[in-house]
């Protein structure tokens, strides 16, 4: 028996398929992938789950194309010493809190960080973990997350040499035992690529591990790049050559890696990541939270780069997200007319093209054979909405609307704004605050 879902009455908008809004659809899924899409009156004998969508908006669930499931704990704690640049934000705050984790912190971090994303709509995570007290199973620890709560994840764990040689050989071996174990498994739910934390902290010999487990396994990478202007100056004082160069040196580069940030590349380094075929995932809330800069979107799709969008644990919230991405190119060359192709693309094409080389579906629009993935807002919206301006009711309007249905591989996970999972959300709550304030004192 085919598992079978009806999203039905639904108005349907894909931003991955440029002018397409449908009224009063609906969806059928089948085995988690769409089967059908029609008018709501062509499924009159279906027998299966129905879900109502009247008065929602449908889109394809959104993608976050890099983010850190260990970060929920960071949440409200004030006892870091003020950062004045980027490596002391990392030093007072993110290092000291991931060296402290458990691999239970990691589960429940991780727990609050899916179940905050499948409230706002998010079906699919790209992550990028770090536990270097707990390195061995921490992965394990977020794919037990991701599956009880039903989404997509690909996972990787952050290696680095800045506790040592040994320590980066243990964040290695996680990654190896945890690629096998997600080929072995060969589900469309869970995959892996090689993590590597950032060129500044990875020695020659550690990179060129990576490069070997990587070209082994057949697998990608998933790193930060010229984040602060930071990475460039230490790599360039260490090596002789710029990140960009230097990660394409050793063979990171290419159509499976993802390049973080990438705020400070020249047009040189653009031309590489392009040439490889990496994808270039922009955070810009993280980056301005952070006084690093705003990445150059606009350039980096001129040159051909496939540019996705990721909220680097800022925020679940993939609209919101989209609006500050815009915002910043606005604000970066003071001009309100720039980027808004770029951006929009980023999130609803290049996360879908992103997410689909590494999960082997197509993601991010609604017709058959496509993820059964998507969200519906609630939105009567109070404007004409057509195909032309729907991306403006995206910007402006869904982005403020609530969140009432999330399905992930044809399951329902949030109906009616009401979370369907098997999971207890205030017990995580409680349990993940008595953690929390364990951690704390741990720091
Ligand atoms: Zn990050």
């Given at each position: 028996m085919p598992r079978s879902l009806l999203i039905e009455n639904g108005t349907l908008l894909s931003p991955?398929?440029?002018?397409w809004v449908r009224r009063n659809h609906s969806i059928l899924i089948e085995d988690g992938l769409i089967a059908r899409v029609a008018?709501?009156?062509?499924?009159?004998g279906f027998t299966g789950r129905r879900l109502d969508a009247t008065g929602q908006v449908v889109m394809p669930g959104l993608i976050n194309a890099h983010t850190h499931c260990?970060?929920?704990?960071?949440?409200?704690?004030?006892?870091a010493k003020p950062s004045r640049d980027f490596l002391s934000v990392l030093r007072n705050l993110w290092w000291r809190i991931d060296s402290a984790l458990t691999t239970e912190d990691c589960y429940h971090s991780a727990l609050l960080v899916l179940i905050d994303a499948i409230r706002h709509g998010t079906t699919t995570v790209i992550d990028h973990h770090a536990s270097p007290g707990c390195v061995d199973g921490s992965l394990d620890a977020l794919a037990r997350a991701a599956r009880e709560t039903g989404l997509r994840a690909c996972l990787c764990y952050e290696v680095s040499d800045r506790d040592g040689p040994p320590a980066a050989r243990r964040g290695l071996a996680e990654n190896a035992r945890f690629i096998r174990r997600c080929q072995a498994d060969g589900g469309s739910a869970l995959q892996a690529l090689v993590g590597l934390h950032a060129s500044f902290t990875l020695s020659n010999p550690t990179l060129r591990a990576a490069a070997e487990l990587g070209g082994d396994l057949r697998t990608g990478f998933h790193v930060h790049v010229a984040e602060a202007r930071s990475d460039q100056r230490a790599t360039r004082a260490a090596t002789g050559m710029g990140v960009v160069r230097r990660l394409r040196h050793f063979g990171?580069?290419?159509?499976?890696s993802i390049a973080a940030?990438?705020?400070?590349?020249?047009p040189r380094e653009m031309d590489l990541l392009a040439g490889s075929g990496t994808a270039v995932v922009h955070n810009p809330q993280s980056n301005l939270n952070n006084a690093v800069g705003i990445a150059d979107v606009v350039e980096q799709v001129r040159r051909g780069i496939l540019v996705g969008l990721g909220t680097d644990a800022m925020t679940s919230n993939l609209l919101e997200e989209l609006r500050v991405a815009l915002w910043g190119q606005h604000f970066a060359r003071r001009?309100?007319?720039?980027g808004f192709a770029e951006v929009t693309g980023a999130l609803f094409g290049g996360n879908a093209e992103i997410a689909g080389r590494i999960f082997g579906l197509r993601l991010g629009e609604i017709r058959?054979?496509?993820?059964?993935d998507l969200a519906g807002f609630n939105y009567d919206p109070p404007t004409p909405l057509r195909g032309a301006n729907a991306l403006g009711h995206v910007l402006f309007g869904l982005s403020q609307a609530p969140v009432a249905t999330t399905v992930a591989q044809g399951r329902v996970l949030l109906e009616r704004g009401r979370l369907k999972l098997d999971l207890d959300e205030a017990r995580i709550n409680a349990r993940a605050r008595e953690l929390a304030k364990k951690l704390w004192q741990r720091l």
């Open positions: 991955g398929t440029p002018g008018p709501s009156g062509r499924f009159r260990y970060s929920a704990f960071a949440r409200g704690f004030t006892a990171i580069l290419g159509p499976r940030h990438c705020v400070h590349v020249s001009d309100p007319s720039v058959a054979g496509c993820a059964g």
